[in-house]
């Protein structure tokens, strides 16, 4: 269809086939949408509705590109900004679908390669109505409208993309089709306000071939992730880096360029400056999230091998409140003394030790609540079996009451049974003789 708009001779068989491509497009998303049941449908619903406005606007176009006296803007780039707007509202979902637990920064992300990418309409639309003062500027506006806000969408498209490492045929192709829509349409802009595009050409079939490469987006299982190939999201990836890097220099080296070179006017200069500091700022933003990303998630794992620690110690550990009630027990509750630790939530620690060494027990542990935080003491006691069994503990109570990580008595008991038994016998020996 591309090749036949460029090449074909007669102007009125061209722009049907400008409205035929959005249509199939419609058709390819609805038969992605059924065949493959995605879990999120609103992106690929949106993207029907921007394919809708793009068949409208086509339409219309078709219907005043052999009129005469037809001024810019006219009600088909109206529609053409509805195409883009629908268009970003499913890329912005698509990359919220891609963000992992601990790389949440995608609205960071898809900000700078916006800005990137809007310095570069910026120059191609826009800076040539401050440099030549008979156009329009309603109609640089318009012309610029479109490809700005086609620059967000074509961030959230690379963000969703990059999100699958750039491995899943449905975002990459996303986002190329996006990029071709793009790329025609800051073509087609700069030569509508200069009433310089008709019918035909490349950039013409660039805008027929980039809706069929966006639908085709629909038609590859891996538009639907949980069916599709996927892999986690990786906030560290070296390609990810790079491309940020480049969007984030992209305004500064533009800059640079255009004072060093005594280019452009002073409101693209101003233009291009505000870029280039938001996106620093967005970079360092996205740097201290991701640094504080990388130290909660070590904190995480720190805790997750301290509770795997506990979670299969032998030792019985008990996190106790200001009131010697257990708030915590762990497993090695059961498999030293043979209680549930569901249990003994809320009761009395005390309860757990035999009747002989109670009295004394809940005096260590008033001490060590009376010693203030930090405060450590160590005891012997006979703790009771589920089964009336008395086995001799050695009992740790720490006090971490008001701590970050911890809020109560941690208390740690050890069972040290075997070890007295062995102590008596051999201190019995010692002072004993056998044959006597």
Do not use: C
């Amino acid at each position: 269809m591309t090749a036949a708009y460029v090449v074909a001779p007669a102007e009125d068989a061209l722009e049907p086939i400008r409205v035929v491509s959005p249509v199939i497009a419609i058709g390819a998303v609805l038969f992605g949408i059924a065949s493959h049941r995605p879990q999120r449908r609103l992106p690929w619903i949106f993207l029907t509705i921007a394919f809708g406005f793009l068949v409208a606007a086509h339409t219309v176009w078709s219907a005043l590109v052999n009129r005469e006296n037809v001024t810019f803007p006219t009600l088909a780039d109206g529609l053409h900004v509805g195409f883009w707007v629908a268009a970003l509202i499913a890329m912005v979902e698509l990359s919220r679908q891609s963000e992992s637990e601990h790389d949440a920064f995608g609205g960071y992300e898809i900000g700078i390669i916006a800005i990137a990418v809007g310095v570069g309409v910026w120059l191609v639309v826009a800076e040539p109505y401050f440099s030549d003062g008979d156009l329009d500027r309603s109609a640089t506006a318009w012309a610029a409208a479109a490809p700005l806000i086609g620059g967000l969408a074509f961030a959230a498209s690379v963000r969703s993309a990059a999100a699958r490492h750039f491995r899943s045929f449905s975002p990459v192709v996303l986002m190329l089709g996006i990029a071709l829509q793009l790329i025609a349409d800051v073509i087609r802009g700069t030569q509508e306000i200069r009433d310089q595009f008709g019918s035909g050409g490349v950039i013409g079939g660039l805008g027929v071939a980039a809706p069929l490469v966006i639908a085709s987006a629909a038609l590859d299982r891996s538009m639907a992730p949980e069916n599709g190939p996927t892999s986690p999201s990786s906030a560290l990836s070296v390609g990810r880096t790079i491309g940020l890097t480049v969007a984030v220099l992209a305004p500064l080296t533009v800059l640079l360029a255009l004072v060093v070179s005594d280019l452009g006017s002073g409101t693209t200069i101003l233009v291009v400056a505000i870029a280039a500091f938001t996106s620093v700022i967005l970079a360092l933003a996205r740097m201290w999230g991701l640094l504080d990303a990388v130290r909660s998630l070590s904190e995480r794992r720190g805790q997750d091998r301290l509770a795997a620690m506990v979670e299969h110690s032998s030792d019985v550990v008990m996190l106790v409140d200001e009131s010697g009630n257990i708030k915590y027990a762990s497993p090695g509750l059961t498999g030293t003394l043979g209680h549930r630790a569901a249990d003994w939530i809320g009761r009395p620690i005390v309860d757990l030790i035999a009747e002989e060494d109670r009295d004394t027990a809940a005096r260590e542990v008033e001490r060590v609540f009376s010693d203030g935080s930090e405060a450590t003491v160590r005891f012997e006691s006979s703790l009771v079996r589920v089964d009336g069994q008395r086995r001799r503990m050695e009992a740790t109570f720490a006090n971490l009451v008001g701590g970050d990580a911890v809020d109560g008595i941690v208390a740690t008991f050890r069972d040290v049974t075997e070890q007295r038994d062995l102590e008596r016998k051999l201190s019995h020996r010692a002072f004993h003789d056998e044959l006597t």
